[in-house]
């Protein structure tokens, strides 16, 4: 009987497959799952024009990386991601709307930006996330890119306290200062600072356990009521048994 109950719940785990969108209608229903997200879950203000759908002037030069389950067909995970040479025709990098990347300037010709990452509230696990990374992985290393970079928010539901105290316990995951970025709209850590403890949330755990450092001083997104870090992940510093992981894993 306990060995019939294992097969049923291994056939019912969902077959998940990470690619990039391969058609328009791929890129919609990934669009459609970043308004559900941030819109409506998590209250964000988004400057779309068509309703239920998250599209900004970014969009159309970015490729979308997307998990899929494939028995019911369902988008279920996706990021958004912006080459250097698609940066360049759009004038810039979405994370510059929120930061002053003046000193990232040398690593321009082979930096990737992230964003708008998010996942099905069903789909929540580390399986989902790890194909993501996956995905990402290979990415980077068929384009031969250097450095990965992209805002990773934290809430502000308790008015950016618990971002301040986050921030203050980063200081050994600090960029060189060569390579540091400066908030267009800082956010007053000092002043919302109040030592209380508080996780940090998991997307961010995980850049920082790869190897990757945190840009400079937190940025206040008012539309998504967030408050931003700049993640900068050089592939160089990635741990051997991260990348080896990434690009090695398979759908669960």
Known sequence: MLHMAEQLASSRRPRLHVGLAQCESEIREAQKLRYRIFAEE??????????????????P??????????????????YR???????????????????????????????????RSC?????????TIALLWSGLARYMAQGGYRTLIGCAS????????IAANLYSRLGEHMAPPE??????????????????????PPLIKGYLR?????????AWDPDFNTADL???????????????????????
Not at 42 to 59: E, K, M, N, Q
């Open 230 to 252: 700049l993640i900068m992940m050089p592939m160089a510093r990635v741990e051997e048994r991260y990348a080896r992981h990434f690009l090695e894993r398979k759908a669960a």
């Open 81 to 115: 991601i912006l080459s250097p040479q698609s940066a360049r025709k759009t004038g810039g990098y979405y994370s510059e709307t929120e930061f002053d990347l003046t000193r990232l300037q040398l690593l321009r010709e082979n930096m990737v930006e992230i964003g």
């Open 179 to 200: 390579y540091r970025v400066f908030p267009r709209y800082p956010l007053p850590v000092e002043r919302l600072f109040n030592g209380q403890p508080a996780e940090l």
């Open 119 to 127: 996942i099905d509230p069903d789909y929540r696990s580390g399986a």
């Open 61 to 78: 030069y970015c490729e979308h990386l997307i998990v899929r389950d494939e028995e019911n067909g369902r988008i279920v995970g996706t």
């Open 154 to 161: 934290i809430g502000m539901a308790d008015g950016g306290h």
């Open 210 to 218: 790869a190897g990757a450092y945190v840009g400079g001083e937190p």
């Open 42 to 59: 998590l209250g964000a203000r988004l400057p779309t024009r068509t309703p239920g759908i998250d599209i900004d002037l970014y969009d």
